[in-house]
Every structure is written in structure tokens, then in C-alpha cells.
């Protein structure tokens, strides 16, 4: 049986209810079970970092994968749903460092390595559990208790394996290359490591001194002086057009295009004495002025012109200074010409002994010592700050450096076409994340630095022997019992103890680096599976549907891309979900700097879970970034109130009556017009909404479904039906709009359990399981629309016929007559004859909508209603021209009085909380004469109305009264039991 549902919307008792009865009655394993069997679908979570609290970005992502995955679920699909963890890499060390007061790998040595690894553990699995807990706590269903863990030694024996294979193809190297580096971390950085923001640097003009020509200089410009004592060459365009400028400090070349700056920037005047093409400069020796300074050692073919394509003229000089150890381009640019590129510049980004007086002084911290120098040799031109974008280190936030260092590679330059045809198999959402952003990422791929000089990760499986160099790469925990070694866990400092022997004689060490953390959730697709240390779930492999934010595109998109290439030689995902970052209402990153961070617990306490959930899915596409607004917040809020008060108002009434949906016979023939339109409309949304679901357009759902609640359910649907539920006999017509409205209200819970499914389980239970015995709307199946129920023809003609009433209602608006008071007549010309044959086919509906007596649908308008303004109101609408009838009849009067007196009555018996059944005596003091004679004529309109077995005029007053003013008229309503 329906019970009549709370009147006030309390979400976060629904949400807590809701919890109570999932957990006592273990839903979520029931759904599990439900779907055993079905068709397999592998959905693979990107994991998000265990290092800290979830924020409305990673609550988005989650909420983003468990409505769709919950619609599968619905749809009979075998879902595998793991979570997954991120547990390695800095963000964790930083934290542990943070914790203890470290600031250094020393303070890790004095430490212990194996005491700060357990820290970094037990770090991580402690943010699992509260993480885990934010995300249960915004509905998302996954199966928390299993989870994957990069930490765990089955994932990384699946990422040693991939290592192993990368080595058997021939694509792991060592080798040295120019990488970014982190100064603080003392570590090497991939470059979806690197978080690119504006800071102000200092940028220097610097005349090199060309030799063999006195008082002639090639005039550089850089925004990283420090990079100076790292100087070999100086790089020109070989078709750009160079000049030798004379002015009085001695001879400059420079571009021809920027040689103005001479006059306009450093304020001399110049005198063009030739002009020739970069080629031309090419070979023309010069002196690095910090020579004397330093200990760089001396080399054939330093210090010479050099000729690079991608120098630009858009700032500068048209002449780059290259430091080949400082920079990958300058790295590329020397080696044809012989240049070794000079890294004077230690792990902890200070400049070695090559760096001569600067020795042991910061890179780029200490630039200002340069700077000095440089201008008391007489050849700064200019120094001042400007702002631009720089790399810094992801974690700790440093500024990072080039360096020179020898590193592990995969060479994934190599693979650089198979990854071109194969990001054309998945599809993509947006298509252009993949066949623009993506391809463009990988267009310009370098190969793939995977070691890191850190402890917290997945050891690098390669064994080096002290004697020979024979290099062994292991891909299991097995490789090394079979070798005689057992080791506690396959973990720095332990897998370091693990030496064997050589054929050579010699011992086989491992090199001390972890992989890259990029690596760790690359292997993810394979890795999670438990492959190959088991090979029971490899049959899910590859995933149907990744879903992550557009940085992925150089992050976790890319590193599963290559490494399944390297472990597979296939993608390894079907279908990509791209969405935007969470910013704040102006477009801005949230930043505990700005003050402007809006937490997802914030917005669960002051609006609840569903709310969020909602909200999250409506507000923008996916794939745009997501500003967050409190306005729109509301907007949704107040969405639930309305779909609440309908859900209120049809259980009031459906549980007085005893409503039963399974016995109302042969129902089709009793429904009204509104009742085959609202079946029309929501089986019309239905379908837009399944299609989007489809299409992972989920906003359009959520949009759709926001605006039929809106509009189509409550402002227009409920007002047309109200009368008839307050009819006392079991009348069919009555019948039928209950039905009509229970299968709507069923159907909306059903396509909304996905997005919201506290709410949509509260109002299922009490509609629905009482009849259907499904205890769950989570243990339904997805719903299909009834094709048979849309109608396109009711549905435009709704359309028109709404438009209508709103042109009745601004039209009364301007003329002043209220809606609760009857028109003796609306005359309509239509713009379209369809127009006209829209409302005089809903003509019962129009004239209650309108609240006329009559409506005559006209082609030419009358001379009688023309000469007559006076009563005949012209209106223009879209629609065409309306005449209202504006006389007031004594009827009119009556009628006007009647429903006035009705809507304070039943105002003062909301006051007064009394149950909808409640009946009442009422008393009402007149103090204009005349119009008891004519109200007298609506007493028992008003009673039914209102439920007053008795109403008298003018008598004693009852236990409760109010005064009123109707009309510029005095009223004193009373009522009483």
C-alpha cells in the first residue's frame, strides 16, 4: 500500500534511510549477483593518488563513472568495477618527508631507507581507507573491499613483466639524455610530471664577443642566465636574414627582423653595415664571456654559430644561446656538429666544480651572481624581470632544471606510428580528445624516461654485473627464488639486498632507481587482473571504458597506450571518456592560496548527496571544465524540492483512496488528453535519455530529465490534474490520472537511480515495491520507452496549446485580471492554421488553462470587436492576435469572489497543518452589501474545494480567523472544527 510521503523535503534523512536499508539488506551484493551471467563489461578506474582527501574533481570523476556504471548494471551487463589506487611515487614521499621534518635524501639515509619506505606505506594504504570512505559516502558503488594497489607485489610483478618484455623487444636503454630534473626531489620528471605556471624571471641581453673581431658581438638573449656557464654554442636560423649593426658600443648581429630593439629597447642608434643569411653565419667562432670563470673543459667545436630550423623570431634576437646539457632542442641541435653536452650541475641543482667560481652555488636560484658578473665585463645590454610560463615539479612545486644525466628509456619514438593507428580504435568522447589532442601529444613524443632516483616505487627490475656489465632484467618474484634469492617484499631497500652470481664470475647487482609512477598505473589494464601472476581474470582484457580528465591525454591515456603496445602490441582500452577540471565560478583553478576551495563534504552538508551527484552531471558537457556555482547549486535543489511536492501530492491523494496500479483494469480508455501527453512527453525523454546514456552525453539526461520534472510534470501536468484527484467517488477519470502519474514517478525512479539514487530508491519503495515486489530499484531492469505511448502530434500540439496560456496569462497580466478570475470570452486569429487546430483540439484543457467560459477561434476579426476596445483587449503573440473579453457579468463576479475565497481558506488550513481529509466549518464577514447576494452562489464550490461541511455569512465568528483584502474589498474568514 502507498503511504502518503513526508510533506517537508528532509535529503539528508532520505540519503540516511536510504544507507540503512542498503547495508542491512547487502544491495549492492544483491546487484552483484544479479548481473552474474550477463554479457562482461571491463571498466577500468584510473587511480587517483593516495596521498590526501578526495576534492569535487576526483568527486565529479567518481560520480561521472557510477551513474553509468549503475545504468549497465540496470541493463544486465556483467560490470567489473574495481577501484583502483595510485600508492607510489612523490606525492606520497613528500608527505612522509613533510611528516618527519625531512629535507633531503640524506635526511632519508639518516633515517633509515626501510623505516621511510614503511612510513610511505603504511601512508598510503591509511588514505585508501579514508578516501574510500569520501567516495562511499557519495553513493558511488565499486567493489571497495577489493581494490587494486599498485604496492602490492602481484601488481608489480605485472609491471616488472612489461619491463622484461620492453627489454626483449629491444626498447629499454640506458643512456644519457638532456631530462627535467627536480632539485629538491633530487630526481628525474617525465613531463606529465610538470606543471607549467606564470612566474617572473629575470631576462638578460648579453653580447658574446665574436673572436678574431674586436669590438663585434652576437647578441643572445635567455630567461635562464644560469644556464650561461653551460654555453657551447650559439644557434641561428639558416634561411633567416641576419645583420652586422654598428652603434657605439661596437658591432651587433642579430636578425634583421628584431634589430630595431637596438634603438627601441636599449636606446642606440645603429647603422646596418651588412646583411647575410643565418647559413651564412654558420661556423663563425665567438667567446663565451664567463670563460674566465669557469672550469667547463675546452672542446673542438664549441663556441661556434650553429644552425637550428626551430629558432623563431617572436622574441629575443633571432640568435639563441645553446647549453646542450641544459635543454633537449640545444642537446639535438650540437650533436651533428660534434658539441658534448656539459652538465655542470650536481642532483641537488648546484653547479659542480666545472662551474668554477660559482661553484656550489644554486642553479637558477643564484642568478643574480651571474647577472653582476656579466655586467661588470661589460656585456649585459639589459636585465629585468618578466612573467612567463615555467615548468615546475608537480609534487613539491620547485622550478625545475635541465640536466644531462644517464637514464632508463624506452624508446617509445620507436613506436611512435603503432600508436598513431592505434588511437584510432577506441572511441572517443569527444571524438577530438583523440584524433586532435591525443594525436597531437603523441605526434611530439620523446622517448619515455622511467627511472626515478627516489625510494617510494616499483624497483626497476634490471640487474647490472659488477664484473662484465651483463645486464638481467627480471620480470617476476619467481625469476629471483629460481636464483636463490628470497626477499620480504619487492620493495626498496629489500630487492637491493638481492645479488647473485654472473656466468662472468662476477655479482649481479640491481641499479638503485624505481619507475617512473606513470609506469606503476600504465600497466593497470593487465596488472589489475592479476596478470601474469594468475591468468583467471586475463578475459576481461582490454577495458571497455576508461574515463579520466583531459591532463590524462599526456598522463594515464598515454602511458597505458605504451605500455600496452610494449606488453600486448594493441591499445588497451576500447572507449575513452574525457572530461574537464573543476574551477571555481570565474574560470580560476581552486587554490587553499585563493580561498576559493569548495570541498564535496561542504556541498553534501548543506545540500546532500543527490544534489551533488545531480548537479555534477547537469551543469556542462563533460568534457568542459566545470565551474563551479552555488546558484546553479540551488537551481538543482530546487528541482528536488518540486519533483518531492509532485511525488507528496500524488501520494496524499493515492493513499486516501487506496490506490492500486495493478487494479486498474482497462485504464487506456479513461485517460484524458494531459494523461497521453505526459505518457508522450516522458517516453519522448526516456528515449533522449537512454540515447545519452549510450553516448556518455550524460548531461543531456540530466537536462532533460531537470526540465520534464520542471516543466512538463509540475507547472504543467499537476495544476491540469488537480481537480480531478479531489474528486470523492472512484471515478476513472480519477483513477487514471493516478496511474498516469504512478508510472511516470516509477519510470523517473527508474532513470534516475543512476544519478540519484537515495531519492530514487526512497520514492521507489513506497510507489512501487509494495506492487512489484522488487525491494530494490537498484535491482531493476533499465527501462525501455513505449514506443506505442509517443505521440509527436499531442506533443507539438501541447506545445502550442502551453504557448497559448501563456500569451492568456501575460495578456491578463497587462490588463490587471487576475488568473482566478473567469474571461466571458477569448477571441483568437491564428498566426498558422495548425495554431488553431492545436487549442480547439484540447478545447476543454485551453478554456481551463485560461480560466474562460468560451473560446472562438476566428480568421478576420469582426468590425464589432474592433469599435469596441473597451471590452475587446488586443494582444499580439507568436501565436497570432488575441482578444480578451473583459466585461464582468454577475457570474463572472461570483465565480472571481468564489475562487479568491477558496485560495485564502485553503492557505489558512495549510496554517493550521490540518490533514488533507480533515473537513472544517467556515464563517465569512462581508462588509460590502451587496456581495453576499452574489457569493452565496459559489458556497457550495467553495466547500467542496475546501472540505467545509458548513459555511455561513456574516454569523459568529469561529475559533480561528484572519482578515483579507480581495477586490479593494474586506473580508473575515473563520474557521473552526
Known sequence: MIEQAEKRFDLKGVEERTEEFWEKNQIYDETKKRMKGGERFYFLDGPPYASGSIH??????????D???????????????????????????????????????????????????EECKSWALKHVDLMTEQFKALGVWMDWDNPYLTLKDEYIEAAWWTIKRASEKDLLVNDYRVVTWCPRCETALAEAEIEYQDRKDVSIYVKFPVAGREDEYIVIWTTTPWT??????????PDYEYVRAKTDQGVFILASELAPILKDQFGLEYEVLETLSGRELEGLRYTNPLTDNIEVPEQKNSYQVILADFVTLEEGTGCVHCAPGHGPEDFEAAKPYG????SPVDEQGRFTSEGGKYAGQRAKKD????????????????????????????????????????????????????????????????????????????????DWTISRQRYWGIPLPIWICSGCGAREVLGSKKELTDRGVTVKELHKPFVDDAVFDCTCGGKLKRVPDVLDVWFDSGVAAWASLGYPSRDDEIKWYPADLIAEGHDQTRGWFYSLLGCGLIAFDEIPYKRVLMHGFTLDERGNKMSKSLGNVVAPGEIVEKYGIDVLRFYVLWTNKPWDDLKFNWREIDIVKRMFNIFWNVYVFSTTYM???????????????????????????????????NEAFESLHLYRATRALHDFILEDLSRWYVPLTRQRTWIEKDDPAKVAA???????????????????????????????????????????????PDEGCIDTGIEADMDVVKKFSESIASAREKTGIKRRWPLQKIIYKPAEPGFGFAVTGMLELVLAQANAKELKVIDTVSDAIQSNPDRYTRFE????????????????????????????????RKDLDLNVEATISVNIEIDDPDLPRIITGSLDYIGKETRSKKITLNKSPLETEKTWEIEGKRFIISIGG
Open 877 to 908: 503573440s507568436e501565436l497570432g492576435e488575441i482578444y480578451l473579453d473583459t466585461e464582468r457579468s454577475d457570474e463572472i463576479i461570483r465565480e472571481g469572489y468564489g475562487r479568491e475565497l477558496v485560495r485564502r481558506i485553503q492557505q489558512m
Open 655 to 689: 493513499s486516501i483512496d487506496d490506490f492500486n496500479p495493478l487494479g486498474v483494469g482497462d485504464i487506456e480508455k479513461h485517460l484524458k488528453i494531459e494523461d497521453k501527453w505526459l505518457l508522450s512527453r516522458f517516453n519522448t525523454v526516456l528515449t533522449e535519455a
Open 228 to 237: 650561461l656557464i653551460g654555453n657551447l654554442a650559439v644557434m641561428v636560423h
Open 367 to 446: 642568478d643574480n651572481l651571474i647577472i653582476e658578473d656579466l655586467e661588470s665585463m661589460g656585456v649585459l645590454l639589459e636585465a629585468k624581470k618578466i612573467s612567463h610560463r615555467y615548468g615546475h615539479c608537480w609534487r613539491c612545486k620547485s622550478p625545475i632544471l635541465y640536466r644531462n644525466t644517464k637514464q632508463w628509456f624506452i624508446k617509445i619514438t620507436e613506436l611512435k606510428d603503432q600508436m598513431l593507428r592505434e588511437i584510432e580504435k577506441p572511441e572517443w568522447v569527444p571524438e577530438w580528445a583523440g584524433s586532435s589532442r591525443f594525436r597531437d601529444w603523441i605526434e611530439n613524443t620523446r
Open 738 to 784: 493516478y496511474h498516469t502519474l504512478w508510472t511516470v514517478l516509477k519510470g523517473l525512479c527508474t532513470v534516475m537511480a543512476p544519478i540519484t539514487p537515495h531519492v530514487s530508491e526512497d520514492i521507489y519503495r513506497n510507489l512501487v515495491t509494495p506492487f512489484s515486489g522488487v525491494e530494490s530499484v537498484h535491482l531493476e531492469s533499465w527501462l525501455q
Open 56 to 65: 569535487l574533481g576526483t568527486a565529479w570523476n567518481k560520480i561521472l563513472k
Open 67 to 117: 551513474a553509468f556504471l549503475r545504468s549497465l548494471v540496470m541493463k544486465g551487463y556483467n560490470v567489473r568495477r574495481q577501484p583502483g589506487w595510485d600508492c607510489h611515487g612523490l606525492p606520497i614521499e613528500v608527505m612522509v618527508e613533510k611528516k618527519h621534518g625531512l629535507k633531503s635524501k640524506q635526511g632519508i639515509a639518516e633515517m633509515g631507507v626501510e623505516k621511510f619506505i
Open 339 to 342: 658539441i658534448k653536452a656539459v
